[in-house]
Nanobody
Framework: QVQLVESGGGLAQAGGSLRLSCAAS????????MGWFRQAPGKEREFVAV????????SHKDSVKGRFSISRDNAKNTVYLQMNSLKVEDAAVYYC???????????????WGTGTLVTVSS
C-alpha cells in the first residue's frame, strides 16, 4: 500500500520560511519522480515543483522560482520543499505526488498525499 505523508505545514509570517517534507512508503521511491502541488480555497490544484528520481531534472513554477526549492533524499524516501520569502498568496494546502512520468500536470501523478496546510499572515 502506497503512502505519501506530508508534514511541516503551519503558520508563517509573510517573508518567513517553512520546510515541507513528504515521506513515501510502499513504492520503489527511486523509480518515481516527485512533485509538490498546492490548492487554495476555490481554486484548482496547481503545480509548484517537480524533481526527477535521479535529481537530474528539477522544475519550479515561475512564481516560486528563487524562493522555493525542491529536493529529495532517496536514502530516506523523502522529498522536501524549502519555502523562503513566503507571500500571502502562497497560502494553500500543499500536496506531494509521485509519478512514473516526469510531469507538471496533475493527471500524470499516480499517488498523492493528503496534504499539509500552509497559512501565511501579512
Amino acid at each position: 500500500q502506497v503512502q505519501l505523508v506530508e508534514s511541516g505545514g503551519g503558520l508563517a509570517q509573510a517573508g518567513g520560511s517553512l520546510r515541507l517534507s513528504c515521506a513515501a512508503s510502499g513504492l520503489i521511491f527511486t523509480t518515481y519522480h516527485m512533485g509538490w502541488f498546492r490548492q487554495a480555497p476555490g481554486k484548482e490544484r496547481e503545480f509548484v515543483a517537480v524533481i526527477s528520481w535521479g535529481v537530474s531534472s528539477i522544475s519550479h513554477k515561475d512564481s516560486v522560482k528563487g524562493r522555493f526549492s525542491i529536493s529529495r533524499d532517496n536514502a530516506k524516501n523523502t522529498v522536501y520543499l524549502q519555502m523562503n520569502s513566503l507571500k500571502v498568496e502562497d497560502a494553500a494546502v500543499y500536496y506531494c505526488g509521485a509519478a512514473i512520468r516526469y510531469s507538471t500536470a496533475t493527471p500524470d501523478y499516480d499517488y498523492w498525499g493528503t496534504g499539509t496546510l500552509v497559512t501565511v499572515s501579512s
